[in-house]
């Protein structure tokens, strides 16, 4: 057998992946229990009025809601992760910008950060921050 050195033995596809992953701020003045069901909803909601038949195919996942905290500005904010097809991502962030209220309330909802890469957007001290940073600390706009 032929002893091939590392770099050779190692092939990473050289295609862009199919996915990419949002992490989205959502502010609100009232505290909500956000359910991954309603939010998925909201987002395809807004995909159908905004952009027709063409956003109502795009394809959403959540991944993950963390917990609503109250700011110190008086505001509950939450994360939520999203998995969305990589041609459709356009779409999807400017549907989310779109959406002005949540389950009755006044709400602001945010890309803070997109990547490839779903490690990436998991709070963790130890991975490098991979992806596009778009927001830093900015306040909600309603």
Not at 65 to 83: A, E
Not at 105 to 112: E, L
Request: hydrophobic fraction near 40%; include cysteine; proline fraction near 6%.
């Amino acid at each position: 057998m032929i002893d091939l050195p590392k770099a050779v033995k190692l092939s990473f596809s050289k295609l862009p992946p199919n996915w990419s992953y949002l992490k989205v701020s959502v502010m609100t003045p009232v505290n909500l229990d956000i359910t991954d069901i309603e939010f998925k909803s909201a987002i395809m909601q807004s995909l159908q009025v905004h952009h027709g038949k063409v956003g109502s195919l795009s394809h959403v996942d959540v991944l993950k809601i963390t917990s609503m905290t109250k700011c110190h500005n008086g505001y509950y904010s939450c994360h939520v992760i999203l998995r969305v097809a990589r041609q459709q991502k356009q779409h999807v962030w400017s549907a989310l910008t779109l959406i002005k209220s949540f389950q009755g309330s006044r709400c602001a909802m945010n890309v803070v950060k997109e990547s490839p890469v779903l490690v990436s957007l998991l709070p963790s001290q130890t991975s490098p921050h991979i992806g596009h940073s778009r927001y830093r600390h900015q306040p909600a706009v309603f």
